[in-house]
């Protein structure tokens, strides 16, 4: 019997041809945490006893999500991981270096690999064939000591893309109009596998937005197979020696499969308070907006830069709104430098904050006041994600994103474009 993308991983690093609902263990490649729940993998670490890491040099330790740090209890975390990394020789990935998913892609996991990771949107490099999932701090810590867990081998969906996205519509429209087709939960602990004509004319940016958001299904993962384009990336981060052939059986079998005809796709907007809670532009409701945030893991590359500065070169942010712009990474952040689009951005009215992940999960830079409303192209929109359960987080593509900041409300980008 033929077995999909995540058997095939899994039965490469459990030793064995695995099947679905199989308990294993799994030897993990890559393992990382983060400044929000590094400091518990950490104490439970050291509660083993241990006294080195199983594998330094792929332990990373991101500080991301209040970077810099807003308060001394903050700062004081962030001293745990930083000692930790001293002590143990892990990699440490300073402030301002990136969001960890960012890096993750861009430095330290290639295909075939098992990433685990103390954050839900590790699954971002699935896109790269790699069965990359978030666990708890715990069991993080485990597999910093042993460089292995349990896993359970997920049921796949097989999600058939064919078509071409059309004017406006983007990769992330195309997640949230599949998280709102199967709900927020619909896809608990299965691998989303994504296939067809359209996946061969997707870029890695498109890819990356794509498996991040696999989580806000439900699912354990979110996977592309390898090609071309994913060879030319890794050339490009200066890893091409990495490149493996990753893709699913002809004869593989699925519990369920999901055709999407992007010719059909739309603008999508996701409203509070859950991801799945979607709607077309064109059912929307006129709402104004009082902030604006282009950025984060799921659309903080360069390709979401390119396309937000394309829309504000030559125009301005609407009086009375905020707009916030977070590259995903210093490497990012640095090639928009380089190709003016920062100059563009912050001409239209744009701040530019440190690349990190603070205004997303609520911790600084972007905080919402009682009643407001942002649009953001970020991955949840839960009530109190941004800081205060009062505020209202709507969810679109970076262009929507840049063409309501212009505006003043959630608007058709289709109509500039």
């Known amino acids: 019997m033929g077995q999909t993308i995540a058997e095939k991983i899994l039965s490469k690093h459990a030793g064995h041809q695995v099947k679905p609902g199989e308990l294993i263990i799994s030897d993990i490649d890559v393992?990382?945490?983060?400044?929000?729940t590094g400091p518990l993998?950490?104490?439970e670490f050291k509660k083993m006893g241990k006294d080195k890491l199983f594998n330094p040099d792929r332990t990373i330790l991101f500080i991301d999500h209040a970077a810099p740090s807003p308060r001394k209890e903050l700062s004081n975390t962030h001293i745990v991981l930083r000692d930790f990394a001293n002590e143990y020789g892990a990699v440490l990935s300073e402030v301002g270096e990136g969001v960890c998913h960012q890096r993750l892609v861009e430095n330290f996991v290639n295909p075939g690999e098992v990433l685990l990771g103390a954050d839900s949107h590790t699954c971002t490099s699935g896109a790269l064939g790699a069965f990359a999932t978030g666990v708890g701090s715990t069991d993080i810590a485990v597999v910093m000591a042993l460089g292995k867990t349990w896993l359970k081998v997920p049921f796949t969906y097989k999600i058939i893309i064919e078509g071409a996205f059309q004017k406006g519509v983007y990769a992330k429209d195309l997640i949230l109009y599949l998280i709102g087709l199967i709900g927020a939960d619909g896809a608990t602990y299965k691998s989303l596998e994504f296939t067809g004509s359209a996946v061969k004319n997707m870029s890695m940016s498109d890819r990356f937005t794509i498996s991040n958001m696999a989580v806000e299904a439900g699912a354990k993962v979110g996977l592309?197979?390898?090609?071309?384009?994913?060879?030319?990336?890794?050339?490009?981060?200066?890893?091409?020696?990495?490149?493996?052939?990753?893709?699913?059986?002809?004869?593989?079998?699925?519990?369920?499969?999901?055709?999407?005809?992007?010719?059909?796709?739309k603008p999508m907007i996701s409203l509070p308070h859950t991801v799945d809670n979607t709607k077309t532009i064109e059912e929307m409701p006129k709402v104004n907006v009082n902030q604006v945030y282009i950025g984060t893991c799921t659309n903080g590359r360069i390709e979401d830069l390119r396309i937000a500065s394309k829309i504000l070169k030559n125009n301005h942010v609407k009086e009375g709104v905020r707009l916030l712009v977070a590259p995903a990474s210093r490497k990012v952040f640095l090639k928009a430098l380089e190709e003016g689009l920062i100059t563009d951005l912050v001409n239209a009215g744009a701040s530019i904050v440190t690349s990190g992940c603070g205004a997303c999960v609520g911790v600084h830079a972007g905080i919402l006041g009682d009643s407001e409303v942002c649009l953001s192209s970020q991955n949840r929109n839960f009530q109190g994600r941004m800081g205060n359960t009062e505020g209202f987080i709507y969810l679109s593509s970076p262009a929507t994103c840049a063409y309501s900041a212009i505006k003043g409300y959630i608007a058709d980008v289709r109509e500039v474009l």
């Open 224 to 265: 592309f197979e390898t090609d071309e384009k994913t060879k030319e990336y890794l050339k490009e981060c200066g890893r091409e020696d990495k490149f493996a052939e990753i893709k699913a059986d002809a004869d593989a079998e699925y519990e369920r499969v999901i055709k999407i005809n992007l010719d059909e796709l």
């Open 31 to 36: 393992v990382m945490v983060q400044d929000g």
């Open 41 to 43: 993998a950490v104490n």
